[in-house]
């Protein structure tokens, strides 16, 4: 079964903390989706990842391949990076190549 | 700009009323993809569309239509609405369906069926 896990559920920080969120998935993937959710609901992607690391300012993600798990990683956290983070699989077994399956989110609060 | 919309943003309706949630997107992207999303749940795919013509389902289709009769489109149809169909919805689209590429996401639709 194609599944996506996430931890932590929720995750409270104090301004400044390194942060990781952690996304495992079942079987192999072609792609893992790194998506923001901030509060009032619309979401954005912030990485694509098929394999290595990307980085984009503060966030960087990685992914590793073997060990089916990617992660995200926050430094310098701000409160602004309060929102709900959320991973996604492209599953290349077991299902139609144009689905998307979703981990339950990470909620992140950053206090100042 | 480049961008997903969808109308109507918010929607009240009643069991049975038919309602169609419009998503059009500016981008010429190929792929289109219309997801639910619920508390405990997340986010669950209902359809998708590699392009013009061509969609399968999601993980959640059942009580849902969708058709894709031009490139930039992608109607989400509730012919019988009930309340387990109250909601947000949220469409996206990527330029490919073929490889993956970044997900483009709209505004959402917040649905309430009583």
């Known amino acids: 079964k194609n599944e996506v896990e996430q931890s932590p559920q929720n995750l409270t920080a104090q301004e400044g903390e390194f942060i990781t969120i952690n996304c495992s998935y079942s079987?192999?993937?072609?792609?893992l989706h790194w998506l923001q959710q901030h509060p009032g609901g619309g979401i954005v992607s912030l990485f694509m990842?098929?394999?290595g690391k990307k980085k984009h300012g503060r966030l960087i993600a990685t992914i590793n391949i073997q060990e089916k798990h990617s992660s995200l990683h926050i430094t310098a956290s701000h409160p602004r990076d309060s929102a709900v983070y959320i991973c996604?699989?492209?599953?290349?077994?077991?299902?139609?190549?144009?689905?998307?399956?979703f981990g339950q989110g990470t909620i992140l609060t950053v206090h100042p | 700009e480049a961008q997903v919309t969808q109308n109507p943003r918010y929607l009240i309706t009643v069991t049975g009323k038919k309602l169609t949630v419009t998503c059009s997107q500016n981008?010429?992207?190929?792929?289109m993809s219309w997801y639910r999303q619920d508390p405990g749940l997340g986010l669950r795919q209902i359809y998708y569309?590699?392009?013009?013509?061509?969609?399968d389902k999601g993980d959640v289709p059942e009580g849902y239509k969708v058709s894709r009769k031009e490139k930039r489109n992608f109607p989400l149809i509730l012919e019988s609405p009930s309340p387990n169909q109250t909601s947000l919805y949220f469409c996206?689209?990527?330029?490919?369906?073929?490889?993956?590429?970044?997900?483009?996401f709209g505004p959402g639709t917040r649905l309430t069926v009583t």
């Open positions: 996206a689209s990527s330029l490919s369906g073929l490889a993956s590429y970044e997900q483009y």
């Open positions: 079987v192999g993937i072609s792609a």
């Open positions: 990842l098929s394999s």
């Open positions: 996604a699989a492209r599953f290349t077994e077991g299902t139609s190549y144009g689905k998307l399956t």
């Open positions: 981008m010429n992207h190929e792929y």
């Open positions: 569309s590699m392009n013009v013509e061509v969609t």
